[in-house]
């Protein structure tokens, strides 16, 4: 008799996977390794508050930690490359309550379900003799699952930015917001920086130091406050909410709704790193779509987080 993988099954071998592809670096996550925390404030336009009861998207500016971060499991890749950049933010609420929101540097993923994420490392799993992956491999992978090509078409014609705080950043998933008369509707997240959007060429970008975008944001906040707003497209009947590859209509109602003036960097660098931003952890007024992807992302972040916190 066989028996089905079950979720958590599947969280190890995504995590299994991820260690293949970049490698086990001990004490980091296995994606994202390489990142910096900051302090900062997240101020509501007041534009959310009547259509979710979300504690800090009402009148009152929230304490809130950034963590800026490279895509790469391996913490030593430098950063003028050509890959994903993660803004994780987590507003305190008070009371020892926080809620997190998680982006990156790509408005769709790659793949819909956890289990072609899975498939998907098995495709860009390095070869041990050369330690590059087989071109062949992803080609077939993309071919036989198209719904992945909007993703790395995206994920090709990122940009290099100038600094964390000229990238734009989404957040992927539909969310679900309660308004406080009990209607719901369906929303997507993004941060515009309000430095604008600025790239390096691929040459400048490798004449830069390999942790150029940390120095960089640091000396930047010299100056004052890095600020981005958070947009929010509002859904409506019919845009899929349980399919991060696909984006919603462009045309679709886009509403402002606050501020986030990021102050300095955090005294407490290791507290920070050890935390997790779970994109799972939502609050009153929030929840989560019907998206697997989403779902599934708790699970994979507890495993990298029990993998790195026993110095694995
Ligand atoms: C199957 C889907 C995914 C899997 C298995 C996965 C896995 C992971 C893992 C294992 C970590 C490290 C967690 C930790 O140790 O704390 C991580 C971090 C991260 N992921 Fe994902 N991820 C997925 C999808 C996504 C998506 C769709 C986004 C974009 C919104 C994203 C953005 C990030 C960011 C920004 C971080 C760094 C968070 C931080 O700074 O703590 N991931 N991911």
Redesign the pocket.
Known sequence: MTSSPTTHDLAVD??DG?EQVSGTHPGY????AR?VCFDATFTPTGAAAELTTAAHLQQEPVPATV?F?N?EGNPHSPDGRRSGR???VKFHLGHGVDTDL???N?PV?V?ST?EH?VKLLGALKKDPHTGQNDPALLGAYIKDNPEAIPGFTAAGAMPIPVSYGTAKY????AFRWTNAAGESRYVRYRWEPAAGLQELSPEDAGHQTPEYLTDELTQRLLDGPVRFTLHVQLGEDGDPTND?TKAWPAERTEIAVGHLDITATSADQEHWAG???D?TRVTPGIDLSDDP?LA??TR??A???AR?SHGG
């Open positions: 995504a995590v991820m996550r296995r994606a994202h990142g963590r971060s895509s993660g803004i994780a998680v982006a990156v790509l993923f793949v956890p994420f989404w957040a992927i998933h991060c935390q997790v931003f994109p992807v599934f992302r994979a972040y495993e990298s987080f790195r």
